[in-house]
Antibody, heavy 118, light 107 residues
Framework: QIQLVQSGPELKKPGESVKISCKAS????????MHWVKQAPGKGLKWMGW????????TYADDFKGRFVFSLEASASTANLQISNLKNEDTATYFC???????????WGQGVMVTVSS | DIQMTQSPASLSASLGETVTIECLAS??????LAWYQQKPGKSPQLLIY???SLQDGVPSRFSGSESGTQYSLEINSLQSEDAATYFC?????????FGAGTKLELK
């Protein structure tokens, strides 16, 4: 069955970095795009961008340019999100989600809670 | 950016009732709209895409429709498991944006 399994929760201090992984199984990894979505505590969903799993090309929403990096370990069917210079406002759950060429999200990871606190 | 104005923010309904949730797009999104259900502590689940296409495995009591830039999600014959927060998402143009969500409570 199709699964996106994300890494575990993270507790970080401001200024540190974090890397979150999303391992896909049950389908051909490079046939689907991978997107990243942020959900701050008690808030709604915010699309961060996506990565073309065939070419490795990332596309970032404006609010996520600079400190956020999408990457792949295609041989391991894994997408990664790295956030550098963490700020308190990065405290959120981060989801990976796959899509076909049409960017709605049919499978989601379970989410990773990242807490940034001094 | 395309703004998605979702209403109501919350609603309460009884088992067996029918409810409607709406999303108004700030511009034409050409039916490129999806609806998701999210339960506490869980990831969102796709219900509807392309405004009215039912995702595989989703009960037929969920349906989507559109009128101009107004999109609606209707849930018929409410069941206890339908208590959740519902989000719309436009998948027409970058950045893909979500509505603020509607929290559905069952009486």
């Amino acid at each position: 069955q199709i699964q996106l399994v994300q890494s575990g929760p993270e507790l970080k201090k401001p200024g540190e970095s974090v890397k979150i992984s999303c391992k896909a199984s049950g389908y051909t990894f490079t046939d689907y795009a991978m997107h990243w979505v942020k959900q701050a505590p008690g808030k709604g969903l915010k699309w961060m961008g996506w990565i073309n799993t065939y070419t490795g090309k990332p596309t970032y929403a404006d609010d996520f340019k600079g400190r956020f990096v999408f990457s792949l370990e295609a041989s391991a069917s894994t997408a990664n999100l790295q956030i550098s210079n963490l700020k308190n406002e990065d405290t959120a759950t981060y989801f990976c989600a796959r899509s076909t060429i049409a960017p709605f999200f049919d499978y989601w990871g379970q989410g990773v809670m990242v807490t940034v606190s001094s | 950016d395309i703004q998605m104005t979702q209403s109501p923010a919350s609603l309460s309904a009884s088992l067996g009732e029918t409810v409607t949730i709406e999303c108004l797009a700030s511009e034409d999104i050409y039916s490129n709209l999806a609806w998701y259900q999210q339960k506490p502590g869980k990831s969102p689940q796709l219900l509807i895409y392309d405004a009215s296409s039912l995702q595989d495995g989703v009960p037929s009591r969920f349906s989507g429709s559109e009128s101009g830039t107004q999109y609606s999600l209707e849930i018929n014959s409410l069941q206890s498991e339908d208590a959740a927060t519902y989000f719309c998402q436009q998948h027409h143009d970058y950045p893909y944006t979500f509505g603020a969500g509607t929290k559905l409570e069952l009486k």
